[in-house]
């Protein structure tokens, strides 16, 4: 691998002071290393679950599995959502003035969230897995405290408030400079290519959207829990519904907004233009429309849902990935393609990113045939999935996007030895840990046991498979740490 | 079986799609301009065959949906209640937690072969998942158990033997161990 040295988002020098980019750039470091040190926390927490499951602490209660599901999965999606948004902020300061003081706030507030779940997750043993289905969180069973359910909604309504607001000021500073129809892009769509719109904006603007309308959703959720609490009869489909639209969407503009990165980043190594166009336009403005709907597909098994609703909901599922593959997988590779690429550790990961993106969506369209969810729902597959877009997707996406932004404010290079072996070791250990989730799932193992009973005793043996996959890839994450965060380090002395 | 056959599907596509990348990649090795048009030209091919095979995908999947056909008659009504942490089964309507204790206890519910049951699945508490393992561990069937809804679950046993129910929703501490059992002769 080459080591070579990337050129920063030029900043218009109307749109930030010298001491302005120093702070942002500082920000935008310190919300890295954060990542960097909750990453290997939370890996750690899952690699506990594969050994609990591999029968590996046969005296610790079942209940400990479950809270650390807990912890781990809403630890991750948090990790990754607050990771792709201050990567968004950072690259779209290029075009726009995102508040430093609105990530500043998020800052405190995110840790301050996170604080609160381990609390109520490792101190209070909450275990109703991330999306807290309702009414799970109210039946207890005497596991957890009602102090742990009110500490656990404190957190996520803490959470949800500086989430909205980070949002809700990326849109009113790519408002500032582009209208909502610009930002959209559907000028594009009527044949004209001015004003011209980076591909960062129109697919940020396309996620925050979406991410307001989860958000909604989210405060709804958490109301109408109150209102149980109070007392009030509230419809568990309904309940469902707004759950899962508020997850599928955080999941998705997770990924979406680490594609917009992508496609800001990667032509600077490739040394090759990747601009909004109309296919461009016309792409991300359809997966604003269909991943409203997509998240019918997660209540297929809810056989009480209309039989239409099921039915748009795998149609939009199915054409959810013609833009994404046609439009942005496919444009991600036609720009490598006999390009004079620069192969950093950041690029390479960039690229795998979206191949990870890819393979994982590729797994997702199969599951959302309403047939084959039928066998595959809530099965070891479902995991399998989503781990593929996250792990092999968007996390490498801002493992790349870390190690870009260390490498140029330190000015340390890296080693190419050491670069490759990370490589190595992150694919090898991803994939080999994923494999043992498909094959599990087509083997029928049911995802979310703490213990696998003998009607599905094969899962043991895929976890202790798996086990061995997770240390390599931890092997490869703290080997990533060492090298760029050595490199974040000594950047923060550069601003 | 059908977990098989999507498992292969994925792994051949995911397989060519790796492929692909791992060329473009090469092909960096040799850098070189390239032709926009033919670039234009190919994306559209593919916007093309994936849009026909997403079609076929639709075409030949929708039909199959495990939702229950009204001119479908089930030859036998079976009711489910999930409650943390056990299924009740009964062949007779399950309305109150002593009926629920009881069938916990009772003995398996008897199934004829070759006979298409409905299952009207229930809870009363949180949402389990009512997830029907075959004699030989094949997930072969499942509904969701939600509280103040009924779902009618259709199944055709063609296989006789002990079928053993597993919680496939997340429900509470004792979630893996929770269980349900029928009997197909």
């Known amino acids: ?22 702070k942002l750039r500082r920000w935008t470091l310190i919300w890295g290393v954060t990542v960097l040190i909750l990453l290997p926390i939370l890996a750690s927490l899952g690699y506990f679950m594969r050994m609990f499951q591999s029968s590996f602490f046969p005296t610790v209660r079942a209940e400990w599995f479950y809270a650390v599901l807990t912890l781990h999965s809403l630890g991750m999606v948090g990790t990754w959502y607050v990771g792709s948004m201050a990567g968004v902020s950072y690259l779209l300061s290029k075009y726009t003035r995102p508040s430093l003081a609105v990530s500043k706030i998020n800052y405190w507030g995110t840790l301050l969230g996170v604080v609160l779940l381990v609390a109520c997750t490792l101190g209070g043993l909450f275990g109703t897995g991330w999306y807290f289905l309702y009414p799970l969180p109210l039946y207890s069973q005497g596991v957890w405290a009602p102090w742990a359910t009110l500490t656990f909604f404190i957190a996520l309504a803490i959470l949800g408030v500086c989430w909205t607001i980070w949002t809700l000021d990326l849109l009113r500073a790519i408002a500032k400079r582009y209208s909502l129809s610009a930002a959209l892009g559907l000028h594009y769509l009527v044949g004209k290519s001015e004003p011209e719109v980076p591909p960062i904006v129109l697919i940020s603007t396309v996620s925050l959207v979406v991410g307001v309308a989860g958000f909604v959703a989210a405060v709804i959720v958490i109301a109408l829990f109150g209102a149980r609490a109070l007392g009030v009869n509230v419809d568990p489909l309904l309940m469902k519904n707004l759950t899962f639209f508020f997850g599928h969407i955080l999941v998705n503009i997770t990924m979406y907004l680490g594609v917009g990165m992508v496609y800001e980043l990667l032509p600077t190594y490739a040394g090759r233009p990747w601009k909004t ?3 461009v336009a016309i792409a991300w403005d359809c997966a604003l429309f269909l991943i409203l709907f997509a998240y019918f597909h997660h209540l297929y098994m809810d056989f009480a849902q209309p039989k239409w609703v099921q039915i748009f909901g795998q149609i939009c599922s199915y054409f959810l990935s013609v833009p994404a593959g046609v439009v942005s997988i496919f444009g991600c590779l036609a720009l490598v393609y006999a390009s004079k690429m620069k192969w950093t ?33 809530n099965t070891l597959w479902v995991p399998a999935h989503f781990h593929t877009y996250y792990l092999m997707g968007v996390v490498l996406i801002i493992l790349g996007f870390i190690d870009h932004v260390g490498k140029e404010l330190s000015g340390l290079q890296e080693r190419p030895a050491f670069s490759k072996l990370t490589v190595a070791l992150l694919v090898l250990g991803g994939y080999g840990f994923l494999s043992m989730f498909y094959w599990a799932g087509a083997h029928s193992v049911p995802r979310r046991y703490a213990i696998y009973p003998h009607e599905v005793a094969q899962g043991t043996l895929y976890a202790r498979i798996a086990f061995g996959f997770i240390t390599v890839l931890l092997c490869g994450i703290l080997l990533f740490l060492w090298e760029t965060g050595k490199r974040c380090i000594k950047a923060f002395s550069a601003c | 079986m059908i977990q098989m056959h999507a498992f292969y599907v994925f792994l051949a596509v995911a397989g060519f799609l790796v492929l692909i990348f791992i060329y473009v990649a090469l092909s960096t090795r040799r850098a070189r301009e390239i032709n926009y048009h033919a670039a234009y030209s190919l994306r559209k091919k593919f916007f093309f065959v994936l849009l026909v095979v997403l079609l076929f995908g639709l075409g030949m999947t929708l039909g199959k949906t495990p939702y229950p056909k009204a001119n479908d008659l089930p030859d036998k009504v079976v009711f489910v209640v999930g409650k943390q942490f056990a299924f009740g089964i009964s062949d007779a309507p399950i309305t109150n937690d002593q009926e629920y204790e009881a069938t916990t206890y009772a003995a398996p519910v008897q199934l004829p072969l070759g006979s298409l049951v409905e299952f009207r699945v229930t809870s009363f508490d949180v949402n389990h998942g009512f997830g029907v393992y075959s004699p030989d561990g094949r997930l072969i069937a499942q509904t969701q158990a939600m509280p103040g809804y009924v779902n009618r679950l259709r199944v055709r046993f063609t296989e006789p033997g002990k079928y053993n129910v597993l919680c496939l929703e997340l429900c509470g501490m004792g979630h893996h161990r929770m269980r349900g059992v029928f009997e197909v002769k």
């Open chain 1, 1 to 22: 691998m080459q080591a070579n040295s990337i050129a920063l988002p030029m900043t218009e020098p109307r749109l930030w002071t010298e001491a302005e980019m120093a």
């Open chain 1, 277 to 279: 166009n109309r296919v």
């Open chain 1, 345 to 377: 550790l950041a690029s390479t990961l960039l690229f795998l990113g979206i191949m990870g993106w890819g393979v994982g969506g590729i797994a997702a369209v199969i599951d959302s045939t309403v047939e084959v969810n039928f066998h595959f729902h």
